[in-house]
């Protein structure tokens, strides 16, 4: 069984300053785990994935994710905010290999102001 | 350029009236999912399938309908049997990975407003 929790349904940040999105996640195997960005009206983008390698993962646009088993979490940061960040980002979880069904937490929309 | 396309964008239903979803890829893709989006709930699985004329149900696959005959196509009919189908419709494909995760590539999506 897996399910992940987004801590934050919405987070207001100024253009320029850091991001932080934070996720928690729970899975009975070693996971991985992804972040996609939807911006309004349109599909999902993949920004990063972990699968077991390095635990501080690079993403596009400048984000990064840093898997924590310890503490269950896959948190999104990035040090500076951007008015095009502006969109809705979901945390989401999967077995480790093969075929699986993902599943995706409720979703943080970040909102960024000049 | 390799992509999905889903058609149409945006569709008004009556109560009572089947409609289909189209979803095409030319990703050379095997696997093919339809999602449910609503306000503040994520993602939701409705059916899924790996191999041609083969699909397997989702979380919310009540209502909904799915058929595989060609590898680059998987409709989705929402049928009068879906109590509440208002909301916005994701399409996506994978391909079956070497090693690693299984990462989903998405079409735009459909919003499906039913008047």
């Known amino acids: 069984a897996q399910s992940v929790t987004q801590l934050d349904s919405h987070v207001s940040v100024s253009e320029g300053t850091p991001v932080l999105l934070r996720c928690n996640y729970s899975?009975?195997?070693?996971?991985?785990l992804f972040w996609y960005v939807q911006h309004p009206n349109k599909g999902l983008q993949l920004l990063l994935k972990?699968?077991?390698?390095?635990?501080l993962v690079k993403g596009i646009n400048g984000f990064e994710a840093e898997f924590k088993k310890s503490e269950t979490s896959f948190h999104l940061t990035k040090p500076s905010a951007h008015m095009s960040d502006a969109a809705e980002y979901f945390c989401?979880?999967?077995?480790?290999?093969?075929?699986?069904?993902?599943?995706f937490g409720k979703g943080t929309m970040l909102l960024v102001s000049p | 350029d390799g992509g999905i396309t889903q058609s149409p964008k945006y569709l008004f239903r009556k109560e009572g009236q089947n409609v289909t979803l189209s979803c095409e890829q030319n990703?050379?893709?095997?696997?093919m999912y339809w999602y449910r989006q609503d306000p503040g709930q994520g993602l939701r699985l409705i059916y899924y399938?790996?191999?041609?004329?083969?699909?397997q149900k989702g979380d919310i696959a009540e209502g909904y309908s799915v058929s595989r005959e060609k590898k680059e196509s998987f409709p989705l009919t929402v049928t009068s049997a879906q109590k509440n189908p208002t909301a916005f419709y994701l399409c996506?494909?994978?391909?079956?990975?070497?090693?690693?995760?299984?990462?989903?590539?998405f079409g735009a999506g459909s919003r499906l407003t039913v008047l």
């Open positions: 996506a494909s994978s391909v079956k990975p070497s090693s690693g995760a299984n990462v989903l590539t």
């Open positions: 899975s009975s195997y070693s996971p991985s």
């Open positions: 972990y699968t077991s390698a390095a635990t």
């Open positions: 989401v979880v999967s077995a480790p290999s093969g075929y699986s069904t993902l599943t």
């Open positions: 990703l050379n893709h095997d696997a």
């Open positions: 399938s790996q191999i041609v004329n083969d699909f």
